[in-house]
């Protein structure tokens, strides 16, 4: 006999509530990425001075593409559409959902990984031994990952911002001995779960005789379509690079190093940002209801969250692009020495810190955007996405024809501006009814766009007469007037931004708060 079925689960919470767990998910995720984060930025630094280009190209990026793809099409859609607030939910049912992650998974990892391995060209195994094992080893990785999803939904659901974990094999076991625990404990009342036994969490028929809610899979239909467009997007480089072959294994190595470490802020600040607050609007705003329809107060709140968070990554982003076009050569060769510093690899990082604020941006809007949309206008955004992914892929290809490595990130910026014009468009509209502007974090105050105008022109005179090639003294000198000019930068914020301040102190760091009342 099976545990009775919950079958609301997880009440609404208040939105302050919502906001502020969902500020402490950020924190603990941003905390955790810059930890993991760095340990792999010093360990790849190591790494680059014995591996070959070849070889770095194909871990990261035909491999790491395989993973990417196998996860990505297995979980996305689930994801999004079981964490999106159902009053009436029950969970037996969600969990059923969620459980098809893992055949899904193994059809793509098996059949990916054929295609990995009998239609791409295979490396020569000379410079890349064991490519067949590689392809092997990668995609087991990506379905013992699926086997935590159940319990990542539900942690993430019920705001468990203390769980965040490794990958693959310990990441299930680490949801499996957390929820354990919570069996036995008083917090299992406190959060609301809607489990009794660690059983419930397996696929079984509910007591109503249907196996899934239908509307959640008829939701995750539409997520998956989206997430199979949005894949490539995201990853569309790597498509182009994998099956058409524009650039050797070298060139893509190298492309990659300058990808990762362009991103490396992307990944630490934006994505736990993105993840936790998409979660945050998903709750606190009704899917597909029209503002008027909905808690005023909510909307308010959502309205002030995301024009804060717009401002945040728009300066971040700011912050990156002015001061990584003078800097970028200099970190390329701590990074990695000649091999990045020379040739390619400067342009290419300076490209890319444009096209990180660009991201920023991007992650933001499309965070509220998805949270708020119906099933209806997340399928004809779908559609939008189509278009959009043929035109990326035909620019990638033409451009890097064209340009090289850089034309890829020109194709990025190209098609990464229209998204945001998407979503803004969207926020328009769904704002257009109240008296909220949200979209006014995308308008930093004059003085300080001054002030990163003049910051980019001081580092950029600087960089000609202090870097690269006159020694460490004078790097030295380089990196110390680029300290005074983000220094400047950072107070004006303070000075200036007094609105997004108290959203970080109040809502980021909350006992600073405390301390100072």
Not at 202 to 207: D, R, S
Request: net charge positive.
């Amino acid at each position: 006999m099976r545990g009775p079925e919950v079958p609301g689960g997880l009440e609404p919470r208040a939105g302050p509530e919502v906001l502020g767990q969902a500020a402490r998910l950020a924190s603990s995720g941003l905390l955790l990425q810059v930890v993991f984060r760095l340990i792999t930025f010093g360990l790849n630094a190591f790494t680059l001075r014995f591996l070959s280009k070849e070889i770095i190209g194909i871990v990261n990026v035909r491999l790491t593409l395989l993973y990417s793809t196998v996860t990505f099409l297995a979980r996305e859609a689930f994801r999004r559409a079981c964490l999106s607030g159902m009053r009436n939910r029950n969970w037996n049912q969600t969990f059923n959902l969620l459980w098809l992650t893992v055949p899904l998974g193994l059809f793509w990892s098996l059949f990916l990984g054929w295609v990995w391995s009998q239609i791409l060209e295979v490396p020569d195994p000379n410079v890349v031994p064991n490519y067949g094992v590689g392809v092997a080893a990668f995609g087991l990785s990506a379905v013992v990952e699926l086997l935590g999803e159940p319990f990542w939904v539900l942690a993430q659901t019920h705001m468990l911002v203390r769980l965040k974990l490794l990958y693959t094999t310990v990441l299930v076991f680490c949801y499996v001995i957390h929820f354990m625990k919570l069996m036995n404990s008083q917090e299992l009342t406190k959060k609301s779960l809607p489990i009794s036994r660690m059983t419930d969490l397996l696929p079984h028929i509910t007591l109503n005789g249907t196996f899934v809610n239908w509307k959640e899979a008829k939701l995750t239909w539409s997520f998956f379509q989206q997430s199979f467009l949005k894949q490539i997007l995201t990853e569309g480089e790597r498509y182009v690079m994998t099956f058409l072959n524009v650039l050797n294994f070298g060139d893509q190595g190298v492309y990659d190093i300058v990808n990762n470490l362009g991103s490396l802020v992307a990944r630490l600040v934006f994505q736990p940002v993105e993840e936790s607050f998409y979660i945050f609007f998903a709750k606190v705003l009704e899917r597909g209801k029209s503002v008027k329809l909905q808690k005023q107060e909510d909307i308010a709140m959502a309205a002030a969250v995301l024009e804060s968070l717009l401002k945040l990554v728009l300066l971040i982003g700011l912050t990156i692009t002015v001061f990584g076009y003078s800097y970028s050569q200099l970190a390329l060769d701590i990074y990695g020495g000649s091999m990045l510093s020379t040739g390619s690899g400067p342009v290419l990082l300076r490209c890319y810190c444009l096209y990180v604020l660009l991201l920023a941006v991007n992650g933001v809007t499309e965070c509220f955007t998805f949270a708020s949309m119906s099933k209806e206008e997340v399928d004809r955004h779908n559609f939008i996405m189509l278009a959009l992914s043929f035109t990326f892929l035909l620019s990638s290809y033409f451009l890097t024809k064209w340009q090289g490595s850089v034309g890829f990130i020109f194709a990025n910026c190209f098609n990464m501006g229209i998204r945001i014009a998407q979503s803004i468009r969207y926020i328009y509209r769904y704002y257009r009814e109240s008296p909220h502007r949200p979209l006014a974090g995308l308008l930093p105050s004059p003085f300080l766009i001054v002030v990163f105008v003049l910051s980019g022109v001081v580092t950029g005179i600087s960089e000609v007469f202090l870097c690269c090639e006159r020694g460490w003294p004078a790097r030295l000198l380089h990196i110390i007037v680029g300290a005074l000019c983000l220094g400047a930068t950072l107070v004006t914020v303070f000075f200036t931004e007094t609105k997004l301040i108290f959203f970080i102190r109040t809502q980021f760091l909350p006992k600073y708060t405390q301390k100072k009342t």
